[in-house]
T-cell receptor, first 110, second 113 residues
Framework: EDKVVQSPLSLVVHEGDTVTLNCSYE??????LLWYKQEKKAPTFLFML????IEKKSGRLSSILDKKELSSILNITATQTGDSAIYLC??????????FGPGTRLSVLP | NAGVTQTPKFQVLKTGQSMTLQCAQD?????MYWYRQDPGMGLRLIYY???????DKGEVPNGYNVSRLNKREFSLRLESAAPSQTSVYFC????????????FGSGTRLTVV
């Protein structure tokens, strides 16, 4: 059974801290890994990663995929209170849908 | 605004009542999905429709039915609601196979008492 695991499940930091969120997966066939940010409502797309070792960046957020280790990390530098959210990792396994992890709930305190 | 529209946003049902959650997308996507989200369990797929005219069960289909009315619309029906169906429901759409990720609706918070 395909599975996506995220760690930690919950994290509390202070503004200005740097955080690293982890995602690991076990899937039969791997096409891509996606990161989403979910605040109060719908998840919003952050990154799609398909190639190992290539970092995707958007402002203070960056992500990299390690296909050998079947994992990905999402880094957030100089965190702000607006970064407080649930961060979801999902894997496209060439199936008809994505497999989602349980999410990491990040709380950034002022 | 283009995207995925879900209705209603909130609903309270009594055990045994029925209801239909509506979803429509205007991005000409082929694939549509219904997920439920529960604390600590992430998003779990209920049903999906890879293309107009087809529907398939996901991870947690029991107690639900779906209809892909046309390319734009994909509805989720609870025939006899149970407290275990208290959850937040998300509709999503994507290109075939989701190769460009999903676009999610804003969610329906359903409480069954």
């Amino acid at each position: 059974e395909d599975k996506v695991v995220q760690s930690p499940l919950s994290l509390v930091v202070h503004e200005g801290d740097t955080v690293t969120l982890n995602c690991s997966y076990e899937v039969t066939n791997f096409r891509s890994l996606l990161w989403y940010k979910q605040e109060k409502k719908a998840p919003t797309f952050l990154f799609m990663l398909t190639s190992s070792g290539i970092e995707k960046k958007s402002g203070r957020l960056s992500s990299i995929l390690d296909k050998k280790e079947l994992s990905s990390i999402l880094n957030i530098t100089a965190t702000q209170t607006g970064d407080s959210a649930i961060y979801l990792c999902a894997v496209d396994n060439y199936g008809q849908n994505f497999v989602f992890g349980p999410g990491t709930r990040l709380s950034v305190l002022p | 605004n283009a995207g995925v529209t879900q209705t209603p946003k909130f609903q309270v049902l009594k055990t045994g009542q029925s209801m239909t959650l509506q979803c429509a997308q205007d991005m000409n996507h082929n694939s549509m999905y219904w997920y439920r989200q529960d604390p600590g369990m992430g998003l779990r797929l209920i049903y999906y429709s890879a293309s107009e005219g087809t529907t398939d069960k996901g991870e947690v289909p029991n107690g639900y039915n779906v209809s892909r009315l046309n390319k734009r619309e994909f509805s989720l029906r609870l025939e006899s609601a149970a407290p275990s169906q208290t959850s937040v429901y998300f509709c999503a759409s994507s290109e075939v196979g989701g190769s460009y990720g999903y676009t999610f609706g804003s969610g329906t918070r359903l409480t069954v008492v």
